[in-house]
């Protein structure tokens, strides 16, 4: 009697406060740079393993939690950063926008270096099947399978391994300009997740992963300093010149921007369907992203190098109307747009923006339905609703919308 009494007590004394460890992750200095450091991870469920309240962080397809134990430095690194960052994001979802949708989200499994494809019946495509490297990709929930023995799943977010992959690989062609339009096609097949611009700056600035923790820094700075790339793309001249015996690698899982902007997908997939990469939905999660990356170092290159509003960018970008196609999922118009947006509302932007979701659809353009959600969403939420409307509509117009 006793005794059972006894667990009960520790049983809801775990449920109160859940567990806590220190482990070391990837965070960004003030200056934006990436460091390992200590961190403490909160909310754990398990005493031995990455299994959490919200997230549990799993090795590619198993089903238990990756071990606190777990040899394998990289796979520990990887973890850890992952499940740090993502609470990190769910806070701001549930604390600073209220979100009652991220609140009801059951427990989130977090896939480390798996390599399958996503299978919409299967959950897992056959293993054989196109190994997947240097991204990341949010999962909507599935029904499953049961003929089969697969079961229902729900939202889930994998981390593909790194993988050094020369550019010629990327391309089957000698001509130049038809090289240039199958990487295009190639990275916009692969990834959604990290603008064009960071992985063409990548290819720009060379491979700097070579092992060792300093390289994570380097690989954070890049991920961190593309905007201005996307000056130099549009002189695809320059940029051929810069393509040759150039690498491109990513490893997603130490990257938090990349973590913020997948598990915004998630935030927004009550409305926004996490399987589609269209302008609007990858503007809105990377605008959250830099929402939940507070980092003074980078709003301000965003408000430097944006090429919807950039102080620094010597022809901004008018409206056209190919940005409203998928080519266009990973060109910053949208996040200017949204940036700007934010500037004119104030302190209840983030808010009123999240809003938006609910206004607009998955296959939602920019000219209509994005603009008529963001004027309708302002009119719930904007401080001096009248005056921030004709503020807005300004704006827009500013930009040929
Ligand atoms: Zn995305």
């Known amino acids: 009697m006793k005794l059972s009494l006894f667990f009960l007590s520790v049983t809801l004394c775990f449920q109160t406060y859940g ?154 062609s000698n001509s130049e300009e038809l090289q240039m339009k199958t990487i295009f096609k190639r990275y916009r097949n692969q990834t959604h997740m990290v603008s064009f611009k960071n992985f063409l700056s990548k290819l720009l600035l060379g491979d700097a992963w070579s092992g060792g923790d300093s390289t994570v820094s380097n690989v954070m700075r890049l991920a961190g300093t593309s905007l201005f790339i ?52 990858e503007g809105l999660a990377d605008y959250f992203a830099g929402k939940i990356a507070n980092s003074k170092e980078l709003a301000t290159r965003i408000k430097d190098y944006n090429l919807f509003s950039g102080k620094k960018v010597r022809k901004k970008q008018m409206y056209r109307h190919q940005f409203e196609s998928q080519d266009y999922a990973n060109a910053d118009f949208v996040f200017g747009l949204l940036y700007e947006t934010e500037k004119v509302i104030g302190n209840k932007g983030p808010v009123m923006l999240y809003n938006v979701r609910t206004m607009i659809e998955t296959d939602s353009s920019i000219r209509n339905q994005l603009l008529e959600g963001i004027l309708a969403s302002c009119r719930q939420y904007c401080p001096i609703p009248g005056l921030n409307h004709i503020q807005l509509l300004k704006l827009f117009h500013y930009r040929g919308i």
Request: glycine residues 4%; hydrophobic residues 35%.
């Open 230 to 281: 996307e000056g130099i793309y549009r002189s695809t001249g320059i940029a051929m010149e810069l393509f040759k015996q150039k690498y491109y690698r990513l490893d997603s899982a130490l990257v938090p921007e990349v973590i913020y902007h997948e598990y915004a997908h998630v935030a927004l997939s009550d409305y926004l369907a996490i399987t589609h990469s269209t302008p609007v939905n």
């Open 19 to 172: 567990f806590e460890i220190d482990k070391r992750v990837v965070a960004r200095t003030e200056e934006f740079d990436a460091k390992i450091v200590t961190r403490r991870l909160m909310d754990l469920e398990s005493v031995d393993s990455y299994d959490g309240k919200y997230f549990k962080i799993v090795y590619k397809k198993n089903k238990e939690a990756i071990r606190f134990d777990e040899n394998d430095g990289n796979i520990q690194l990887k973890a850890a950063t992952t499940y740090y960052h993502l609470n990190k994001a769910r806070r701001y979802f549930v604390e600073v926008l209220n979100s009652d949708f991220v609140k009801s989200l059951p427990k989130t499994i977090i896939r480390i270096d798996i390599l399958n494809k996503y299978s919409e019946l299967g959950h897992f495509a056959n293993d054989n099947l196109d190994p997947q490297f240097n991204n990341a990709l949010s999962i909507p929930t599935g029904l499953g399978y049961p003929e089969r023995g697969i079961k229902p799943w729900n939202n889930e977010i994998w981390f593909r391994p790194s993988k050094r992959i020369h550019v010629s690989e990327l391309s089957s």
